[in-house]
């Protein structure tokens, strides 16, 4: 070492050197950018090319031509941007469909497992079976982000939203197929045992942003105006505020009206009701498509757990190939408790300290010889995150002191 400072510093002086720390911040990711796929106006343009917009003007300019009729995608993204959106990805299915394409050409849904930036997954104009079933799959392989899926335009029952729709009749104790007339109806998308999905219904009523008569009222599907409050809420909030309790901005009307008492049954099915709350037009549901006994059930909690997932993934990649000792293990370790602390002091964890909040282990108990050996460091990591308080009770009962006191001084004063 003396020879190698000897043939570097010559001259007598002072000298500074700068030396890596061995902090090496984690940021958290962003949690609110949006992937639009469905049906442009301009059925041709830009057709399974991915393409990021920041305001509505844009996606007029790029996927509409004059005088074009509104279709589900442009109703979702201008009621995106009017909720407070601020950067989406867009991709244009054309004629091709949802899903599809080969290495290299992917289209629909598969063209956005190429950006990583995608948070959000909306599919505008497809409230069927199997388009809910290619959303919901492709989440949940992707593991960083959620899709909002529309219920059908037209609902039949209230019970129909209770039950899950199967592509596949079911089939009887005979064997044979029976008779899809006789079939009850069923309108939910299946579970999501991890939370990767979340229902609304009903649709809404918005102004026509195309067309001759831009005053006239048509029906959108309620995707993109629930995108753009998940997107208000985080900004405003955080990623851990629930997105709901939210007025829908450029929201005309309901096609349903639910009551109260209605939307019990739907809420324990995971069905979020777009409602009439306190004078405005509300998100009145905060719940994923998970079981209702499921750790998933709620969306912000799934919602969180991702970013927070993702932005250690993303922040210890410095740590491949790094030799796999103690001093990395104290890295890695102290590494994510600071951004552990800092998310912790945001709100989103429950816990009166920090260590009461979550926990990180990565020592020589979780990584014995044989996993260095093979090439792993294992870390594990726990976390309380906040609940919403869906359910606000308030216990009222008559007090009888007071009573009891005026009867006493009525006694004396006879």
């Known amino acids: 070492m003396t020879a190698i400072l000897s043939s570097v510093y010559k001259t007598p002086g002072v000298y500074v050197e700068e030396v890596p720390g061995g902090s090496r911040p984690i940021d958290a990711v962003g949690t609110s950018t949006v992937g639009f796929v469905g049906r442009a106006p301009d059925i041709e343009a830009r057709v399974n090319v991915p393409t990021f917009i920041e305001n509505f003007q844009s996606f007029a300019r790029f996927y509409a031509v004059q005088n074009q009729t509104a279709t589900p995608l442009a109703l979702a993204v201008r009621g995106f941007f009017d909720n407070g959106g601020r950067r989406c990805c867009i991709v244009n299915e054309g004629t091709l469909g949802l899903t599809g394409g080969t290495f290299g050409k992917r289209q629909g849904l598969d063209a956005l497992e190429e950006v990583d930036e995608v948070a959000i997954v909306c599919i505008p104009g497809h409230d069927d079976v199997a388009s809910w079933e290619a959303a919901i799959s492709h989440c949940e392989k992707m593991k ?108 005309l009307g309901l096609k349903y009206s639910i009551t109260a008492i209605e939307q019990g049954s739907l809420n324990e099915k995971g069905v979020n009701v777009l409602r009439m709350i306190s004078g405005g037009l509300r998100v009145w549901g905060a719940r994923t498509l998970a079981e209702q006994a499921s750790p998933w059930r709620y969306i912000n909690v799934r919602r969180t757990f991702m970013m927070i997932e993702e932005s250690i993934q993303r922040g210890t990649a410095w740590v491949v190939f790094e030799p796999n000792d103690e001093t990395l293990w104290k890295n890695i370790k102290r590494n994510i408790r600071a951004f552990l602390e800092q998310i912790y002091y945001s709100g989103a964890l429950v816990g009166r300290t920090p260590d009461e909040a979550f926990y990180v282990k990565c020592d020589a108990e979780n990584n014995p010889p044989d996993s260095v050996d093979a090439g792993f460091v294992v870390v594990d990591i726990g976390i309380a995150v906040v609940r919403p308080a869906e359910f606000i009770v308030f216990r009222i009962g008559q007090h009888a002191e007071r009573a009891e006191r005026t009867e006493r001084a009525g006694g004396k004063d006879a």
């Open 144 to 251: 960083d982000r959620i899709a909002i899926l529309d219920g059908n335009a037209e609902i039949s029952s209230l019970e129909a939203l209770t039950r899950t729709a199967t592509a596949v009749p079911a089939r009887s104790v005979g064997g044979l197929k029976d008779d899809p007339v006789s079939q009850p109806q069923a309108l939910r998308p299946r579970t999501s045992d991890g939370g990767y999905a979340a229902f609304y219904v009903p649709h809404i009523y918005v102004s026509n942003p195309f067309g001759d008569d831009v005053s006239k009222t048509v029906l959108a599907p309620p995707c993109g105006h629930i995108a753009g409050i998940y997107s208000r809420s985080d900004a405003s909030r955080g990623v851990h505020k629930a997105p709901a309790n939210e007025v829908i901005a450029g929201a």
